[in-house]
Structure formats: C-alpha cells, structure tokens
C-alpha cells in the first residue's frame, strides 16, 4: 500500500513517483484544487488532488473528512517558493495525485485530533478515546521517546553482560510493601497469587543461582492510592548484579543513565554525580529527594538563638530542637496572603506556624518576630543566611525531623511562587545510606525505610539490637530535578541477618517462615554479596519529556482513580466466573 512516509518526504525526493498511506489531517477545498494533509506517525505532506490530472482521486477528495484513512500514489514536486511552508519539514515538498483509494471512514472525532497538542482536552476524555489522542504528534513523540530509552537501556545493559531474565507475574503475597493486588486461584479454591509489586526476591533469587547480571524492564503492581507519578502499574528498569561494591554498583548505573540521556537527545551528562547523605539532604534541603537546580540552602542556627530572649526559639533548642532558615531571594515582594498560605504549609507539615522576616531596601529586618530579636541577632542571622534587600528569611523551630519536613515543603512552595531560574536543566544525583528503619504514623510501630531486603551499613550494624533508629542501610536513591527515580540497595546474602531484621520489623519466626521460608533457605546454599535498584522507567520518560504526569507518557494509563475509561476497566464479572473461584461478592 506504501513505498514511502508522509513525514519523510524532502525537496531530494521532487520527482519521485510514491505510493503513501496513512490519515487525513486536514482538507481544504479551493474550488478546483483539494489539498489534504496527510498524516502518519512519520510526519505530515500535503496532497494536491487536481480535476484535470486525475478527476476520480478528486471525486474521492471531496468525500474525505478529518481520520478518514486513504491510500494514495503520486509524484513529489516543489512547492512555489510563495508557498512553502517552513513550519514542517515536509513544507518544501507537496504530493500530486494520480490515484487515490479509501481505507476506511471514519466517525467525527470528539476532539480535534490535529492541531492541538493535548492538554487542552479533558483528560478523562482523552482517555476514553485513546486511540485518538495517540494520534496526536506530541503523544506519539513521546511514546517514541519512550521505545529509545528503552533499546538505549537494553543496548547498554547487554553490553555490561547483563542477561534479561523474566520473572514470575503470579507470585506469593508478602508483607513487604504496599497493599497487593491479588489473583484468586481457580485449581486450588480458597489460595491467591499476588501481582508483584517488584521483583526484589526473585532477583536475589538469581545472584544465589549465579547469574551474576541480571536486568529486566519489568511490570510492578501496587494496590495504592494514585497520583500524578504513580499507577498501579508501572514499569520499572530492574537490575541486579553479585561481587560489587555500592560505589561500583552507582558507577555501572550513571553510565546507563548517560545512556538513556544520549539516546533521548538531552546532552551528556556530568559523571560522575554528585552524591548526599540522607542526612545532608535532610540538613540542607529538608528533603530526601532535593531538587539542586535551585540554590536555596537551609541554615541551621540552633546555637545562634540557644540563649535568646524570644521564648520560641529557645525553647525548641532547649528541648533538644532545633532553630533552622531558609532564604528566599527576592521573597520580600510575597503578599501577606502568599505568606499566610506558606503559614498553612508549615502546619500541615507539623509547624506550630510559620516565623519569618524580610529584608528592606535600607537593610533593616521587618516582621512581626523582628521585635523579639536582639541586634546583635538579626545581625548574625542576616549575615549566616547570605540575606539581602528584598529577601525573605523563613524559619523552623521544632524537633530535627519535623524541622526538615516544613522547611523542605517551603522551599518547594517557594520556588513554585518565586520561580527563580534553574542553575541548570538537569539536577542528578545520589542520596545514600538512608535509616534502615522508621516509624509507621499511623500504627506507631517500627517499619523499614526502602524495604526489609536492604544490608545495613557495617558503622551501624551494632546498634542493629538495641537502637534500631540509628541503623543506617548501605542503600542509593537516585533524584532528577527533584524526582526519585528509583530506590537501590546492597543486599542481605545471610539467612540469620535477615530473619533478624524481620523479627526487628515485629515478625514472629511462625510468620517468617510461613512468607519468607522459601527465600532464607535460599541463602543458605552459597548466596554470594549482591545489590542493585529499580529505576522508575515512566518518571524516567516523563522527565525527559518535559511532562509533569506519567500518564502522558503511557500508552493506555488508569486514571486517578485506578479506572481505564476505554475499557471501563475495572468492571463486574460474571457470576459463574466468581462461583469457578469459590468467591461471592459481599
């Protein structure tokens, strides 16, 4: 039906006799002449259907309406110079038509398929006739940058003698993460598989078989609430390796980073990245997931206010709190209901309030605490802060951790109303040895920090027993431009040390064995020291894209409340389907 692509057509090709197929864009009739714009995902030409050169493809001409799919054959020719168009690249070029067939009408669309780009149609709708938004040249962009990222990944991964190995999609639910979706089993009534939600054991399973390198662009399953980076499925570049150090882990996967960079056409990056503590993060961006692009650094000035007479200040630091700030530049212009609604972020992160000053024009602090510092304070605080006229300062007085949380929230709120320009496009980095364990909010009871899996590092092993909270893990979190794009880890190769960590998380032996028996027996037949990650594939592409949700960057996504508007997924089953799996809706 084709010998050529529309979007692929060039002034070299004037001449050429080619044989085209794809969707009508747009028609325009000027009387004598039909021009149609013809598009497949290669690009779009223009047709010119001309009476008096084939009268029976103009006869079709003026039945075609916009998605209507044709197949044409014609010669390339050169537009006249007053009618070039330089804004496709294509626009030097147009199609005479000989002879034309159609290959399928089409209903009128419920949304303008050419032109626009997307977002200017409810999403919901867009889903709903997914078919159609991939049409669109930004969409079908993306997922094309979605197939380079992906080959660029596999091409380098391979050549790290890595092997792609899949691993079960049906598999037994665990307690180590977030709520599973769950399969019931028709053979055995009464029994569940779970959809993974990543592959951790299994793909420790094979650095105990001895396949040393292992990867897989995966699909994960979580049964969670959603939001604009997260469905309950996902993709994820899943890699694993044996005998490596962190370092070296960290090493092999920046150049797979740099990789997926070059393919996508973002420019090297610089190797190698730079590389935080969680406790850094946490002390100078109250993050862990900091975004560098943009210089606001919290200070902290606990021992500037430990004998202050402004009672908040000291107090936090004699309750073995904190006093930290943040500096805005040019925040000082924020309007009183700008700076009440920074107030209500603070809250809602656990600030009693939010206290701040702004620098004048003649140098001088004004705000409603400036009266409860003394001079030779404000002076200490302006000159540790790097503060200016017509800059804000922002502070925290709380417990070290709460502290980190409303200062981390202001300065993203900060730069979202501020909106100073990034030092940079791409902020990539390390964040490293994260506290093994934390505690849930809601329960109150220990849990882990990335997952149970995770080989805490040797300078805090001893506190393993008797101060869990200060066990730090031998673990990496990657970061762009704010966004965790995957969370990594050396592993756990003894049996003891892991039903250890277990029993640390509240597990009895009886339930260890019952979901973990398996796996610990496992290593005990000659695990050898291994680590690796899971990369979030859709931020990864997301990112790159230029986009804010991954759902554009996903062929046929759930919306934010996990349905699928095509499909009408999730739907209501036949009853004898649930009568076959033992199960009754209640």
Known sequence: MRDALPGELRAVDVGRTVGLAGWVARRRDHGNLIFVDLRDRSGIVQLVFDPAVAPEAHHLAEELRPEYVVTVRGAVVARDA????????????????????????????????EGAEGHDVDETLRLK??????????MTGRLELRHRAAQAARDYLNGERFLEIETPMLTRSSPEGARDFLVPSRLQPHNF??????????????????????YQLVRCFRDEDLRADRQPEHTQIDVEMSFMSASEIRALLEGLMAAIFASTGQGPLELPLPTLTYDEAMLRYGSDKPDLRYDLTIVDL????????FRVFRAAVEGGGVVRALKATGGARLSRAQLDALTEVAKAHGAGGMAYVSVGDDGALRGPIV???????????????GAHAGDLVVFAADQPLTAAGVLGALRGELIRLLQPAPSRRWSLLWVVEFPLF???????????????????????????ESEPLRVRGAQYDLVLNGVEL??????????ALQRGILRTLGLSDERIDESFGWFLEALQY??????????????????????????????FPKTASGSDPMTGAPASVDTRQLQELRLRSV
């Open 486 to 495: 995957g969370s990594g880890s050396l592993r756990i190769p003894d049996a």
């Open 526 to 555: 000659g695990a050898p020291p291994h680590g690796g990650i899971g990369l979030g594939f859709d931020r990864i592409v997301m990112l790159l894209a230029g986009e804010s949700s991954i759902r554009d960057v996903i062929a």
């Open 129 to 138: 006739y997914r078919y159609l938004d991939i049409r669109r040249a930004a």
């Open 193 to 214: 598989y779970a959809l993974p939600q990543s592959p951790q054991m299994f793909k420790q399973i094979l650095m105990v078989a001895g396949i040393d390198r292992y």
């Open 438 to 464: 934390e505690i849930d909010a809601e329960s109150g009871r220990l849990t882990y920090g990335h997952n149970p899996f995770s080989l805490p590092t040797a300078e805090t092993m001893p506190y393993l």
């Open 371 to 385: 009266k409860f510092l003394a001079a030779g304070e404000q002076a200490a605080l302006v000159e540790r802060c």
């Open 82 to 113: 007053e009618t070039i168009n330089p804004g496709l690249p294509t626009g030097e070029v147009e199609v005479r038509v000989a002879a034309a067939e159609l290959l399928s009408a089409a209903r009128t669309p419920p949304f303008e398929v």
């Open 302 to 309: 606990s021992e500037l206010f430990a004998a202050s007479e």
